[in-house]
């Protein structure tokens, strides 16, 4: 499928931002955008890149009344040898069409999803920024659009992905957080929504963050449904408790989303020989590994942040403190080895960093 470019005029460019240490995140949106429609007689078609701006939906648009949506997050980097590189975009393309599936939304042609995101970042490159740790943020979204008040799928569909600056999601940057554990609120059950990147998932933690940031923590950290007491993943991240040496993750039993950045420290721990178990672990077997000293080091890891060290957690009316407060060296390798990959600075035994300005 081609993808049709119309370039914005003089008029409708906006202003690149200029201090990139106060970029935050998601606050600034390119040039561009891509655009893709569906119907069930011409299937994904009329693909094209044109300048940024408002969407045209019916206001009874299913999407708006039964949430039937998906989206992906991905980055591009400067490298230092001003190269333009995309990291694990087909993995990712690749986890959206995963989500398509389960939200009955047709899959896209992960190729075409590819292309068209190369086209539009190497479009707006001027947007990607220079400094150390900031990055320009790529959104594939798709939508329904039927204007129909009835609880089915959609028939078409809406297939877009904007692209702009971020720096540190965090306020706190790459420094430990503290993380509030939720007794009362849960995020998703087996069978449910859970791995799926879709928008309902985090209008649901909505309430349990506001509470989590009114007792002072920057996320919630879920615990499953049904029992109340195994951990399952932190707010918009994975998360990793390194007990007595061994590395402990919960398993992707479907309730939970199967991070690529969760894949990848996964992968790099297995190839620096660090044990790692994938199994249920509970709040108190936590608490109990703090007491006795055994918890060495909890990270969280995502796109957005990439790799986040926690100080701090508080679960009812226990507040537990992680080590002496500061970044463990198994986060700080992990951050930096990850962070390398993307910029195209480090070895990559695994090809994902790909140079998209050839």
């Not at 068209?116 to 594939?140: E, F, H, K, M």
């Amino acid at each position: 499928m081609q993808v049709t470019v119309t370039p914005c005029n003089e008029s409708q460019k906006k202003v690149i931002p200029t201090d990139e240490d106060k970029l935050g995140f998601g606050r600034h949106f390119s040039d561009h955008m891509f655009m893709m429609n569906y119907n069930p007689d011409q299937g994904w078609h009329d693909a094209r890149i044109v300048p940024f701006g408002p969407l045209t939906l019916s206001p009874a648009s299913m999407v708006l009344h039964y949430g039937q949506e998906v989206f992906e997050g991905l980055k591009a980097y400067h490298g230092p040898d001003g190269s333009v590189r995309l990291f694990r975009q087909r993995d990712n393309f690749e986890r959206l069409n995963r989500s398509c599936d389960r939200l009955v939304i047709p899959l896209v042609d992960v190729d075409v999803m590819c292309e068209a995101t190369r086209q539009l970042v190497l479009l707006d490159q001027a947007w990607i920024p220079r400094s150390p740790g900031c990055s320009l943020y790529i959104r594939p979204t798709i939508v329904a659009t039927d204007p129909f008040l009835g609880v089915a799928a959609s028939q078409t569909y809406l297939c877009y992905i904007i692209i702009g600056p971020v720096g540190a999601y965090y306020p706190e940057g790459f420094n430990p957080v503290g993380i509030w554990a939720s007794d009362e609120y849960v995020r998703a059950v087996r069978g449910g929504m859970g791995e799926a990147k879709t928008g309902g998932n985090y209008a649901g933690s909505l309430k349990a963050q506001m509470a989590a940031r009114k007792a002072g923590y920057s996320q919630v950290l879920w615990l499953d449904a049904l029992e109340r007491k195994y951990i399952e993943e932190v707010g918009t991240m994975n998360i990793f408790f390194k007990i007595n040496g061994t590395v402990i993750t919960s398993p992707l039993t479907g309730s939970i989303l199967p991070g690529i950045t969760r894949d990848s420290v996964l992968r790099l721990l297995d190839h620096w020989q660090v044990p790692v178990d994938q199994r249920r672990l509970s709040i108190d077997e936590v608490l109990a590994a703090g007491r006795d000293g055994t918890l060495e080091e909890v990270f969280g890891s995502g796109t957005a942040a990439i790799v986040t060290p926690v100080k701090e957690i508080a679960y009812k009316d226990n507040k537990l403190s992680v080590g002496d407060g500061t970044t463990g060296p198994l986060a700080q390798r992990l951050y930096d080895s990850i962070l390398a990959l993307q910029y195209g600075t480090g070895d990559d035994p695994f090809g994902w960093s790909e140079r998209i300005d050839n």
